[in-house]
């Protein structure tokens, strides 16, 4: 992924004082309020490329923006995949350089769309490749029969809140009945925790950090993220989404230390119960002086450790949300399916974090190599 | 309604700063990152004070927090409504203050909660107060019966989207099976525009600046705002809930001076079509040399605007949202519910901006009078 250029652009720090305005409200920032944020600025300048190697929204911008919506849909029948990514390429280009009418003068920011596609439209490719197999079940699964897989996948994600809605009202409009909805969820990402150089995470619901361990370094990615191919399919990456309801009043009524127990880190600095710093690797074989486990046996940092699964990592890119319940979108990435299901096996034998949570929504899709005007999206896979 | 600290806290101000990493990411930004926003911080300050002649989230702060969770319920019968609202109360000011452990260590910051009864509880009281009745139906409803009315609202706000949710959880907690919810929606607001000096307003899905005009100053607020009387409610307000979706494809077809004229403002800047600065009010009579209004007929501008309608001001207080699908909550307030129903009733007869919408949710609250530690929430009105 290249960056179009690493410089902020005067907008795009116009509208990230005006977001300071927003949040911060205290008397120290109020004065900013005074800088118009939006009104007869230049035209934008995307802080993340749309198109590249690989798709934005993935490992860039980081830390993740602060809003999201992912919308899973599927496709009609009859419908040319091929012409319908093609298109939702050229609209995505358009809305993240800000030449969309559809985006009603809003400024697009940091604005990433990233596409993907199910199982049932890589299978009918070649039922060999990456993102062919759905999901399995798992426990602690309450999913509609609507909120279980889909043929496409659209996240949207952006700074400006209302970015979002409308790059989706313009996307779905572009697409028109060529498909058809299947669910949605927005979701928020709060304040970021610095975890190590140039990586941040945020907290979830629970109040723990979120998403600390995960392939940050470019060799990392290289070797758990991205696709290496089969070509159609090198430089993509396969996501699963989990929407989890969260139990937010059991969880509350637990002291700070069975809190932290149950996912062997500390509240309030994500630093694993077996010491070190956040970036630390939870030390697994660590005990107290009378034998037990720091880090106990059923925490979450041990169950879903990729050493003692025995996966790769994954790259979460979890959002919060409050609507229709309290819960987290779990969004990760990975270039092998079996790190998500190995991982979440293993957590439905005996992670203590699991009954805190009902899972609504599951589905994992192919999320296709970047595009550019030579290659437009999905245009490698669909022929 | 006074400020506990009119200084930013060292820890908002952190807090700040990590909601400028969160959403600008740009490289100009990236090392602010390194800045820890949350752990081992002393204990926060309130940035807007739980108690005192006004509850908070209705003119502070200014502007509106980024992100909202609003709560209607109904309650059970039987219940004691002056222990419910007083324990309310109590849980309002321990989250507000950060003592609540069921905020999860997570920083209330900004956080304001506001409590509001319905029209039922209100006619208990005494059918003549303000509050007692219902709203009546207009145009472009779809409404359920459970989105209709209701007898306790609960908005909460803050900067950290985190936040809004784990206060819900905890004030449901606390009042348990006394009451029993009907729907929540949450919602956001983008950057703010400048109005006038203090006043900034964000933009709405349709791309154009929400909640210009209304009761700024003080004098302004006490005219059309607050509840001068009778001594139950003085001090508290009327607030109108209406969650409406918006039609945002048909209304991206319209070209920009079209959807100018649907509002009678510009879309860039916010200023009236009849010209001066954002906050000047509309020039009704103006015309072109031709003889047409310069804010036509049907603008919104005009049709709500409280000179032709005949009512007071009100404070609105929106929030976009796209989940179930992209919309509006509504959120106005004033001290006479005839400054809403008389506008939108005018508002039904030819309002341009009515048939982009579809109301789905209505309700109206006595939002009750500040409280202290001995006047404890509703107790002036429930005995």
């Known amino acids: ?17 005006g977001a300071v305005t927003a949040v911060g409200l205290s008397a120290g920032c109020q004065s900013r309020s005074d800088r118009p944020d939006r009104s007869e600025a230049p035209a934008p300048t995307p802080s993340v490329s749309p198109t590249g190697r690989y798709q934005a929204g993935i490992t860039l911008p980081q830390p993740a923006q602060r809003s999201l919506l992912a919308v899973v849909a599927d496709l009609a029948d009859g419908v040319s995949v091929r012409r319908l990514l093609a298109e939702l390429g050229e609209a995505i280009r358009a809305l993240t350089t800000g030449t969309d009418a ?36 798992f426990s602690r699964e309450r999913i509609a029969p609507r909120a279980r897989g889909g043929d496409l996948l659209i996240q949207i994600c952006a700074g400006d809140a209302l970015v979002v809605p409308a790059v989706a009202a313009a996307l779905l409009e572009r697409a ?6 299947r669910w949605r969820q927005s979701g928020s990402r709060g304040a970021n925790v610095p975890v190590e150089r140039g990586v941040s995470a945020p907290r979830n619901l629970f ?24 070509a159609p399919v090198a430089g993509g990456t396969l996501a699963v989404l989990r929407r989890m309801e969260l139990d937010l009043p059991r969880f509350a009524r637990l002291s700070v230390a069975e809190q932290e127990a149950v996912f062997g880190r500390r509240r309030a600095t994500g630093v694993p119960l077996s010491g070190g710093t956040i970036a630390s690797g939870p030390d697994l ?20 450790h990729s050493a003692v699964v025995g996966v790769g990592l994954m ?3 979890s959002y919060s949300f409050d609507q229709p319940a309290p819960g987290l979108l779990f969004i990760s990435f990975q270039n092998d399916i079996r790190t998500f299901t190995n991982t979440l096996t293993r957590m439905d034998a005996s992670d203590a974090l699991l009954p805190y949570t009902t899972t609504t929504a599951s589905a994992t899709f192919l999320i296709l190599p970047g595009f550019d005007a030579q290659h437009p999206l999905g245009s490698r896979l669909f022929r």
Do not use: C, N
Not at 1 to 17: W, Y
Not at 107 to 129: F, H, N, S, W, Y
């Open 315 to 317: 790259l979460r890119r």
């Open 285 to 304: 074989g660590a005990k107290t002086p009378d034998g037990r486990y720091l880090v106990p046996a059923d925490a979450h940092a041990r169950r879903a």
């Open 176 to 181: 028109g009945d060529r498909i058809r909805e």
């Open 102 to 137: 559809r985006l009603m003068g809003l400024e697009p920011g940091d604005l990433t769309v990233t596409v993907g596609v199910g199982p049932r439209l890589v299978r009918r490719v070649d039922p060999a490749l990456p993102g062919a197999k759905e999901l399995p079940r």
């Open 207 to 230: 109040g723990f950090v979120d998403g600390i361990v995960g392939p940050h370094t470019k060799a990392e990615q290289q070797r758990h993220l991205w696709l290496a191919g089969p």
């Open 1 to 17: 992924m290249r960056q179009a250029d690493s410089r902020p652009s005067r907008r795009a720090f116009l509208g990230t004082t």
